[in-house]
């Protein structure tokens, strides 16, 4: 059975560029989905157990998601709570996402850097 592989292998020739584009196309892509389920998942909980209204808790989430911070004052302590773990699982987002967009660029920055000189293009 073949071996499932994310990126070709180091003695392989580098990838022609327009499945390279490609390739970033599909990193986006699975970015905006993370992102929009997290998203999603702070709008819920803002809603929920802020008693935000929908605009309030779509401002609140997306704030904390991109690390600016939250705009509405919490009152109950479920609220503060779900504020805290959700600031701290949007940090590991960034992270995830970052990795996920920078990945093909930098996987193909060194694939070519590695391959011999007569085999760049």
């Given at each position: 059975m073949g071996e499932a592989r994310l990126f070709e292998h180091r003695h392989e020739p580098l990838l022609p560029f327009p499945a390279f584009i490609r390739r970033i196309a599909k990193s986006l892509g699975l970015a905006f989905c993370i992102v929009a389920t997290a998203l999603a998942i702070g709008v819920i909980g803002y809603h929920s157990l802020g008693n935000l209204s929908w605009v309030d808790s779509i401002l609140n989430a997306s704030m904390i998601l991109s690390?600016?911070?939250?705009?509405?004052?919490?009152?109950?302590?479920?609220?503060?709570?779900?504020?805290?773990?959700?600031?701290?699982?949007?940090?590991?987002?960034?992270?995830?996402?970052?990795?996920?967009?920078i990945a093909p660029v930098l996987h193909r920055f060194f694939h070519w850097f590695h391959l011999d000189s007569s085999k760049k293009r």
């Open positions: 690390g600016m911070g939250p705009v509405n004052e919490l009152h109950s302590t479920s609220a503060k709570l779900f504020a805290s773990a959700y600031a701290l699982f949007s940090a590991l987002i960034l992270i995830v996402v970052g990795g996920i967009v």
